[in-house]
């Protein structure tokens, strides 16, 4: 196999910094044709250093997530549709839990006109965005606090969690797979997210299409545990069968014809 060129070593340092790249600007960057790059990730993929995407790619890897501000930076659209749509379910004076991610950001920030909320959380970027609200009630969990994104994990936060009953919990996961699986990376964040859903009476997904074309090596739980999945656009026949089934209320935000970043 050829050795990786320097169009090539360069696609693959800007798609680690930004989390993901399109075809039109790395066309448009190095001025060549689109043909010419997707030439160039086609080869990064066959190498298994990248794995395409709809009008593009990410870094392939499905043992380690993207930098936390790379995934702020993909799909920011979408992410803000998704929220709203998400937002507008929970009512004034409800109770919830919102866990770490930057879709689940996205929906703490779109809650910032309600009322009389009782937000519980684990994620340092939900509690900045809304401690300062007063008809907000925010309560922090306590335990070690991740320095990559803010999250809070481990044992702690699970016991935490699990004193409480909350009406909705808004959740985010890593990757999804055809088959409804929900994944994550990092499994002392999965102990929290699974005391999460079991505390919660509605439990609210939200993940851009992105999800469905990533991997992660730890295990959440099921789309049937899952009482309405937003999203921009489900593509896949088989997780949108599986949403029927399972009686997942699916809110789609987005077009099909859309790219999703």
Request: hydrophobic share 45%; glycine share 6%; with cysteine.
């Amino acid at each position: 196999m050829n050795v990786i060129s320097s169009r090539q070593q360069d696609i693959l340092m800007l798609a680690r910094a930004q989390g993901r790249v399109s075809v039109e600007d790395l066309a448009g960057r190095f001025d060549v044709s689109p043909q010419t790059i997707r030439k160039d990730l086609n080869d990064l993929c066959v190498r298994r250093l990248m794995s395409r995407v709809h009008g593009g790619a990410v870094v392939a890897s499905g043992v380690e997530n993207l930098a936390y501000e790379a995934r702020r930076a993909m799909a920011q659209g979408a992410k803000r549709a998704i929220a709203e749509a998400a937002a507008d379910m929970v009512p004034n004076r409800a109770s919830l839990f919102i866990n770490i991610g930057t879709t689940t950001e996205e929906v703490a920030r779109a809650l910032g006109d309600h009322e009389d909320l009782l937000v519980i959380t684990n994620n340092l970027n939900v509690a900045t965005l809304l401690y300062r609200h007063p008809k907000i009630e925010l309560i922090m969990a306590g335990g070690p606090v991740r320095h990559a994104d803010g999250a809070v994990i481990g044992s702690a936060a699970v016991d935490f969690v699990r004193q409480f009953r909350v009406d909705y919990a808004v959740i985010g996961a890593s990757a999804i797979e055809e088959d409804g699986t929900l994944l994550d990376f990092d499994y002392r964040e999965v102990q929290v997210a699974r005391a999460i859903i079991d505390n919660a009476r509605q439990v609210i997904l939200v993940a851009d299409r992105s999800k469905l074309e990533r991997t992660a090596p730890v295990r959440i739980g099921a789309m049937a545990e899952i009482d309405t999945f937003v999203t921009d656009v489900v593509s896949s026949p088989s997780l949108r069968d599986v949403c029927a089934r399972d009686a997942v209320e699916l809110i789609e935000v987005g077009s099909r014809d859309e790219d999703a970043f």
